[in-house]
């Protein structure tokens, strides 16, 4: 993904906002969420309405993008690519899937915060993924866990 026009003003404002120089624009991640636009809209909700703290992805996602570092600003898009919110990473794990923790599924807010939803939920994501992709998605597969703090719009 590129910045926009409009992803670099969201940004500069947002800085402004909060009394801060604006980061230079090629440190400053974009994000989606999810493989719909439902999902999409759904999943920026929980994180501007405050239980959503954290996000996963496969790590093979990032072969052409660059990994979530601590301290970077990300900017998340509402699926028809128009800024919704930014963040700033607070941890990055790299772990197997089938490693991942109930403290992280609660992080993660979505469902009912449990580690049994959470897998259900992410395991048909990731295996939508891998058959898109022509692969098979198993427990070992690394999964990088990002948590994060909203920076924008102030919680």
């Known amino acids: 993904m590129r910045?926009?026009?409009a992803t670099r003003a969201f940004v500069a404002d947002c800085a402004?906002?909060?009394g801060l120089p604006a980061p230079p624009m090629d440190e400053v991640q974009l994000s989606t969420f999810g493989d719909n636009e439902e999902m999409g809209r759904a999943l920026n909700?929980?994180?501007l309405?405050?239980?959503k703290r954290a996000t996963a992805a496969l790590l093979r996602d990032y072969?052409?993008?660059p990994m979530p570092?601590?301290?970077v600003w990300v900017c998340s898009l509402w699926p028809d690519g128009t800024p919704a919110l930014l963040w700033r990473v607070r941890q990055v794990d790299v772990v197997p899937f089938g490693e991942v923790d109930a403290a992280f599924a609660w992080d993660e807010g979505e469902g009912d915060r449990t580690l049994e939803d959470w897998r259900r939920?992410?395991?048909a994501y990731f295996e939508r993924q891998a058959a898109a992709q022509g692969w098979t998605f198993t427990d070992a597969e690394p999964i990088?866990?990002?948590r994060f703090e909203l920076i924008w719009p102030r919680p």
Request: net charge negative; aromatic share 4%.
């Open 45 to 47: 909700q929980l994180v």
């Open 49 to 51: 309405t405050g239980p």
């Open 69 to 71: 570092a601590v301290g």
């Open 121 to 123: 939920g992410h395991q």
């Open 63 to 65: 072969w052409d993008e």
């Open 16 to 18: 402004a906002a909060l």
């Open 3 to 5: 910045h926009t026009d």
């Open 144 to 146: 990088v866990l990002e």
